[in-house]
């Protein structure tokens, strides 16, 4: 069965760090982009951060710009966003999820292009 699992949610103070995982467990999509999005409580879901299947081509939104990064081992089958400098305004639940279309291998910032999510992990920031 295609899945994306996310892991490394949790609660934390203003201006720590975390580092989030998506591991695609049956290497179901080997050659797809990846991206992360986010919702918060009574919030539309938001791009956040996407990269090609060879990590050349890398989106972020503005307002993560210089404080997160998106990374991937494609030997482990693993994408990472490592998020420093953290602020109250990101909390929220992280999706990853898996580019589809004809360009699979190259992220977007739409939602509607990502064809597989994963379940979402809790990432709260207190002030």
């Known amino acids: 069965q295609a899945q994306v699992v996310e892991s490394g949610g949790g609660a934390v103070q203003a201006g720590d760090s975390l580092t989030l995982s998506c591991e695609d467990f049956g290497r179901t999509f080997i050659g797809f982009a990846m991206g992360w999005f986010r919702q918060a409580p009574g919030k539309e879901r938001e791009f956040v951060a996407g990269i090609s299947w060879t990590g050349h081509l890398i989106y972020y939104a503005d307002s993560v710009q210089g404080r997160f990064t998106i990374s991937r081992d494609n030997a482990k089958n693993t994408v990472y966003l490592q998020m420093n400098s953290l602020k109250p305004e990101d909390t929220a639940v992280y999706y990853c999820?898996?580019?589809?279309?004809?360009?699979?291998?190259?992220?977007?910032?739409?939602?509607?292009?990502?064809?597989?999510w994963g379940q979402g992990t809790q990432v709260t920031v207190s002030s």
């Open positions: 999820a898996v580019k589809g279309g004809n360009y699979y291998y190259n992220p977007s910032m739409a939602h509607e292009d990502y064809d597989y």
